[in-house]
C-alpha cells in the first residue's frame, strides 16, 4: 500500500486534496522513495530502552594518567603520526534548543571580539597537530538542512587556517517525523517533514558517502568522534588515544566524574557484561548511590560525547541495525491551510539513532577521566545549564580570550 492510501495519513490525503496534478505527482514520487517501515518504531517506544544487567566499570582516573602520561603521550602522538588517527565532528544535528537558524558550529561564541564554534574547535585540534607535525583527517557530518551552510562558511573562513585537502564533508541520512499518532506531518505541499536520522549513523553515512576508501587509503585505524557544541573539546588527544591502544581496548570514552549522584548524565558501565551507557533515567535510587570502599560513586562517570573507535571494528559493525529511539521534539510542519506552525510544545515524533549505542556494540571500551573544566563547555541552550553562559565563564577559565 503506498502510504497516502492509508486513512491514518491525514495530513498527506488533506494536502493531496488541495495541490494540483502536478504538485501531486511530485509528492507521490517524493513519498515513494521513503523507507517508511520507520514509523512501525513508535509502537516499540516503550521497549527500545528495555536493559540488560548494568554493572560499574572501573574508568582510568586522572591519577593514572598523570603517572602514565608520557607513556600514554608517546604511544598517542606516534598513531597520529603514522596516519593512523582520523576525526570525525557529529554537526549535522538541528540545534533546536539553541533555536540559531543556522549550523550551531556558526555561533559567535566571542564577546569582545568574533570566535566561532567551528574555528575553536579546529584551534582545539590545531593545537594537537603543531605538536604532532601533521595534519589529521578531519570529517565533517552535516544533514540536508544544514550542509549548504556548513561548506560554505569554512570556505568563507578558509577553513580557519586548516588545510582543506584533510577535510571532508558527509552528509548524513533523513527520515519523516510524524504527529504523536504517526501521522506525517508535511513540510510543503510537495515535501514532508524529513529530519537528521540521529548522531549514531555516521559511520554508515560516512561508508553510503563513498570515505571508506578515503578512510583504507589513508591508512586510518582510529576514529574519534565528538560533538560540535562542546568548544573545550580535545580533539584526537594524544593521551586518550595513547591509554586506549595501551590498554589494548577497542574503544575509548572521555568521562567526567559525576558531580552530584543525580546529576542528568549517562554514565558509562557494563550492560551484560558488554559496555554501555546507562541514562540518568535508567538509574535507579539505588544505582545512584552506591559507593565504592573509598567513598567514590560506583557509577560515578559521565560521557561527554567524545568517542575513540578503532575503524576495523566499525566496518565489523556497520551493517549491524541500531536501535531507534523514538523522540518527542516540537516539529514546525505546514498545515492544509498552507501556514506554517511552529510548535510551543512537542508536537510529535522523530527517530534517531545514538552513537552511545555504538558503544555496547564493542567488546570492551575504556572509560577515559578528563577534567570537567578543561574539556567539557557543552552549549545546548543560549542561557541556563549548558548554555552560552556557562560555556563562555569555562573558556575564560581556561585563560581563552573572549
Ligand atoms: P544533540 O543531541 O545535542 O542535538 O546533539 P542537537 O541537534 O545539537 O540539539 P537539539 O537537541 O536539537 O537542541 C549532540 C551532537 O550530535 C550531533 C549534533 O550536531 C551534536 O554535535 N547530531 C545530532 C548529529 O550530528 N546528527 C543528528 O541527527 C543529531
Redesign the pocket.
Known amino acids: 500500500m503506498n502510504i497516502w492510501e492509508d486513512t491514518n495519513q491525514s495530513y498527506i490525503r488533506a494536502m493531496m486534496e488541495k495541490n494540483t496534478a502536478g504538485e501531486n505527482e511530485a509528492l507521490k514520487e517524493r513519498l515513494t522513495a521513503i523507507d517508511w517501515s520507520i514509523l512501525e518504531h513508535i509502537k516499540r517506544r516503550e521497549t527500545v530502552n528495555e536493559r540488560g544487567v548494568f554493572a560499574p566499570l572501573d574508568a582510568v582516573e586522572t591519577g593514572e594518567i598523570e603517572a602514565r602520561g608520557e607513556e600514554f603521550r608517546k604511544i598517542g602522538l606516534q598513531a597520529i603520526r603514522d596516519g593512523k588517527v582520523g576525526a570525525v565532528?557529529?554537526?549535522?544535528?538541528?540545534?533546536?534548543?539553541?533555536g540559531l537558524e543556522k549550523p550551531?558550529g556558526t555561533l559567535n561564541i566571542g564577546i569582545d571580539r568574533e570566535l566561532y564554534l567551528f574555528e575553536q574547535l579546529i584551534r582545539n585540534l590545531t593545537e594537537v597537530t603543531d605538536e604532532a607535525g601533521v595534519f589529521v583527517p578531519f570529517y565533517i557530518?552535516t544533514?540536508n538542512i544544514n550542509h549548504d551552510d556548513t561548506v560554505a562558511f569554512f570556505e568563507e573562513h578558509a577553513y580557519f587556517g586548516y588545510p582543506k585537502e584533510y577535510v571532508r564533508f558527509f552528509v548524513?541520512e533523513m527520515v519523516p517525523a510524524c504527529d504523536f499518532e504517526g501521522r506525517v506531518l508535511m513540510e510543503s505541499s510537495t515535501e514532508p517533514v524529513m529530519?537528521?536520522?540521529?548522531?549514531g549513523g555516521?559511520f554508515s553515512s560516512m561508508v553510503s558517502a563513498g570515505l571508506l576508501s578515503d578512510i583504507r587509503a589513508r591508512g586510518i585505524e582510529w576514529l574519534n568522534v565528538?560533538?560540535?557544541?562542546n568548544c573545550l573539546q580535545r580533539i584526537a588527544d594524544p593521551m586518550f588515544i595513547g591509554a586506549t591502544i595501551a590498554y589494548g581496548c577497542e574503544s575509548g570514552a572521555k568521562v567526567v566524574r559525576k558531580a552530584a549522584p543525580d546529576e542528568r548524565v549517562g554514565v558509562l558501565c557494563t550492560e551484560d557484561g558488554r559496555p554501555s551507557i546507562a541514562e540518568y533515567y535508567e538509574m535507579t535510587e539505588e544505582m545512584a548511590t552506591a559507593r565504592k570502599e573509598n567513598g567514590d560513586l560506583k557509577y560515578g562517570f559521565g560521557v561527554i560525547?567524545n568517542y575513540l573507535f578503532s575503524e576495523k571494528k566499525l566496518e565489523q559493525i556497520a551493517d549491524a541495525k541500531m536501535p531507534i529511539h523514538v523522540v518527542e521534539?516540537k516539529i514546525p510542519y505546514m498545515d492544509a491551510d498552507g501556514t506554517f506552525v511552529k510548535p510551543e510544545q512537542p508536537n510529535g515524533y522523530k527517530f534517531?539513532t545514538l552513537?552511545l549505542d555504538m558503544v555496547h556494540m564493542m567488546d570492551n571500551c575504556i572509560p577515559y577521566e578528563v577534567v570537567r573544566e578543561r574539556e567539557f563547555a557543552p552549549i545546548?541552550n543560549l542561557h541556563g545549564v549548558d548554555s552560552l553562559d556557562t560555556a563562555r565563564e569555562l573558556l575564560k577559565g581556561c585563560g581563552i580570550q573572549l
Do not use: C, H, I, Y
Request: glycine share 14%; charged share 20%.
Open positions: 565532528l557529529l554537526a549535522g544535528g538541528q540545534g533546536t534548543r539553541l550551531k557530518m544533514s548524513q529530519s537528521p536520522n540521529g548522531n555516521w565528538f560533538a560540535v557544541d560525547l521534539k534517531e552513537v545546548k
